[in-house]
């Protein structure tokens, strides 16, 4: 993904990022849906790298929903990108915490339901193997890591962008990068054994 | 190093299906529409319901928009400063502060009258905007 979804200064159909939010959070439905076909693409990435495939669209849905819901108290503090972003992990979290069940779990009801569902999608079952493989890893990392990587391969942030996002050095973030990669790594080897 | 660009390839790769086809983008859409319908019904329409009583009683939400206030502000002083101005053409007496006027008699009842006029509508403002 070479153009980033979480632009800090973007026009959206002509339309400053704020005077969207702000005509949003105004009850404008227009600005509304304009925010949401931009940002939808880099908060289903997000999920789609946290939670099982089956419930990718129902915690997008949340998402969105809560965004909706808050808009108004949104003050502008932050960038709606941080903020968006922030009510995405929040719903992760809770999609974990409200079924109650740990992530293993969730990952062995994934796989059965991709056994009974797809016998002769050899190809995608690969795929989705190594999805849940990746996820399992993600999971075991810090929180300062998954974000790393997440901001990297969900969103298609630029190292730069990622600095300036994050208030670091780019050779901060560069080093921080790759020790996420080897303790991914690492993780991804441990659960392999 | 070649190993952690292999995952970085995997991770890349994993994440390259995350994408919401349309029949998902359109479902969430229409969902989000229903409930923004919900949050926001419909305005009702008409200069007095919308306009005028519209900018003097904004909900609290709107209340926070900057616009929102001015409007609210400039309507209610504008309100504010035309019935003070009838309650002097109807309470005063010419030669004592008044202006000249049809009705130029003077009197308690009108300066009454307009006082609850004025407090019946500061009472409603401030009920109406807390919703």
Redesign the interface.
């Known amino acids: 993904m070479n153009q980033s979804n979480y632009e800090v200064s973007l026009l959206i159909k002509g339309k400053s990022e704020k005077s969207l939010v702000?005509l949003a959070?105004?009850?404008n439905?227009d600005a509304?849906?304009t925010l949401?076909d931009h940002y939808?693409?880099a908060v289903?990435?997000r999920?789609?790298?946290s939670v099982p495939r089956q419930d990718?669209?129902d915690v997008?849905?949340n998402v969105?929903?809560n965004v909706?819901?808050s808009i108004?108290s949104f003050r502008g503090d932050a960038k709606f990108s941080t903020w968006l972003r922030t009510i995405t992990n929040r719903q992760i979290a809770n999609y974990y915490r409200q079924g109650r069940r740990t992530k293993k779990e969730i990952e062995w009801s994934d796989i059965e339901t991709k056994i009974s569902d797809a016998p002769n999608q050899l190809t995608n079952t690969a795929?989705e193997d190594?999805?849940i493989y990746?996820r399992q890893g993600l999971d075991q990392l810090k929180d300062d890591y998954r974000e790393i990587?997440l901001l990297r391969?969900?969103e298609g942030l630029k190292f730069v962008e990622i600095a300036e996002f994050k208030g670091l050095s780019l050779e901060a973030v560069k080093s921080r990068y790759?020790r996420a990669?080897?303790t991914?790594?690492t993780e991804?080897g441990d659960s392999a054994g | 190093m070649r190993e952690n660009l292999k995952l970085a390839q995997l991770i890349y790769q994993v994440g390259r299906d995350g994408v919401p086809n349309e029949d998902v983008s359109e479902r969430i859409r229409k969902t989000l529409e229903a409930e923004w319908k919900a949050k926001w019904p419909p305005q009702k329409t008409g200069f007095l319901r919308q306009g005028l009583f519209g900018w003097l009683s904004p909900k609290k939400s709107e209340w926070r928009s900057t616009r929102q206030r001015e409007k609210t502000l400039t309507i209610g002083l504008a309100l504010f400063t035309i019935i003070v101005m009838v309650m002097i053409v109807f309470t005063f007496p010419a030669d004592n502060g008044g202006l000249p006027g049809a009705a130029n008699q003077g009197g308690l009842f009108p300066l009454i009258v307009f006082s609850l006029l004025a407090l019946g509508i500061a009472v409603w403002w401030f009920v109406k905007r807390k919703r």
């Open positions: 702000q959070g105004e009850g439905l509304f849906t949401y939808l693409p289903y990435k999920v789609w790298y990718v669209d997008t849905q969105f929903i909706l819901k108004q795929r190594e999805m990746l990587i391969f969900a790759r990669i080897s991914l790594r991804l």
